[in-house]
């Protein structure tokens, strides 16, 4: 696959999850965009809870390619963070869309 690739996943947090629980994953969050070669854009954040069915958190990624997007995957950083994420998360939906 060539071209850019746009990744994103939304959370619901389970109900035990705190903010600093939050400001712990946004920090490993803030590290990783830094770390990562091949991002154009990396976006993360507390929903705003305007429409029906909304999330609590969302991150987007635009990559580069699809090497980017494997690298970041592999990346240690990531597994950090994703596992914090996953430890926070009642449910969690990632799509991977071709721009």
């Known amino acids: ?12 947090w389970k109900a ?3 903010p600093d629980d939050i400001a712990r994953l946004s920090a490993l969050l803030d590290e990783l965009r830094g770390a990562i070669a091949g991002a154009e854009r990396f976006d993360f954040g507390s929903g705003l809870g305007l429409a029906p069915n909304a999330r609590d958190f969302g991150l987007v990624i635009v990559f580069d390619d699809e090497p980017a997007f494997r690298a970041y995957v592999a990346h240690p950083a990531h597994g950090e963070a994703a596992g914090l994420a996953r430890a926070m998360a009642e449910d969690l939906a990632t799509v991977q869309l071709a721009l």
């Open 16 to 18: 035990s999850v705190t």
């Open 1 to 12: 696959m060539s071209g850019k690739i746009l990744h994103s996943i939304t959370f619901t």
